[in-house]
């Protein structure tokens, strides 16, 4: 599996402030996502980072409240800005190993999340 | 919108019985996937399935997809306390990679 880094691991913040989390992966990848978690609920997709583009928002989920960008393709960060209690959740990095001579098939691996509280 | 449900949402067990969890999704997708998510811990993938009538199976743990059915499922066989853990089924609806989680399944084993 690719190797994925995030930081903060954890943070808690003020209302009101931003908190950009960084993304490293060891290998290039072509796709990379941002998904939040809510305290106790299932995962949900924010958006997908692009390299060397704006990134692409799902649905509920806008550019100013969750900046994002894509420098290269091992590195991404979020930024979730103007926080508030709402946004107390665990953000995690996916990224997609396309099948080659490692699998036959496309593969999505986490990363071990940044958990924000915001008071 | 395609919706994934799992059932049940919670699930204690003993040890070294069987059970399955079911995850249900709306559209006609062919690409499933299995994670596991111990506390405060990522996902950690089990399974990736592709196509209808896959089946994969790793230790005590083998999942199904009937795409037809639109049911996926996820066997433990002779449960033991090391799967304790919550388990989440998701679906690729458009072969984007983008993937849509159910509501996930808590398992609990008990001694």
């Known amino acids: 599996s690719a190797v994925i880094s995030q930081k903060p691991s954890r943070d808690i913040c003020q209302r009101g402030t931003s908190l950009t989390i960084q993304c490293q992966v060891d290998s290039q990848v072509t796709m990379m996502f941002w998904y939040r978690q809510q305290p106790g609920q299932s995962l949900t997709l924010i958006a997908t980072?692009?390299?060397?583009?704006?990134?692409?928002?799902e649905s509920g989920f806008v550019i100013d409240k969750f900046p994002i960008s894509r420098p290269n393709l091992t590195f991404s960060t979020l930024t979730v800005s103007n926080m508030s209690p709402e946004d107390s959740s665990i953000y995690l990095c996916?990224?997609?190993?396309?099948?080659?001579?490692?699998?036959?098939?496309?593969?999505?691996?986490f990363g071990p999340g940044t958990r924000l509280t915001v008071l | 919108e395609l919706k994934v449900e799992q059932n049940p949402l919670f699930l204690s067990m003993q040890e070294e019985k069987n059970y399955t969890i079911y995850c249900n999704y709306s559209t006609t997708s062919d690409r499933l996937y299995w994670y596991r998510q111990d506390p405060g811990k990522s996902l950690e993938s089990l399974f990736v399935?592709?196509?209808?009538?896959a089946v994969k199976q790793e230790g005590r743990l083998m999942a199904s997809l009937d795409t037809k059915a639109r049911l996926s499922t996820l066997h433990i066989t002779a449960a033991v306390h090391d799967l304790s853990a919550t388990y989440f089924c998701?679906?690729?609806?458009?072969?984007?990679?983008?993937?849509?989680f159910g509501t996930g399944t808590r398992l609990t084993i008990i001694p």
């Open positions: 998701a679906v690729d609806d458009f072969g984007n990679e983008k993937l849509t």
């Open positions: 980072a692009n390299q060397g583009s704006e990134a692409t928002y």
């Open positions: 399935l592709l196509s209808n009538g």
């Open positions: 996916s990224v997609v190993r396309i099948a080659g001579l490692r699998s036959s098939y496309n593969e999505q691996f």
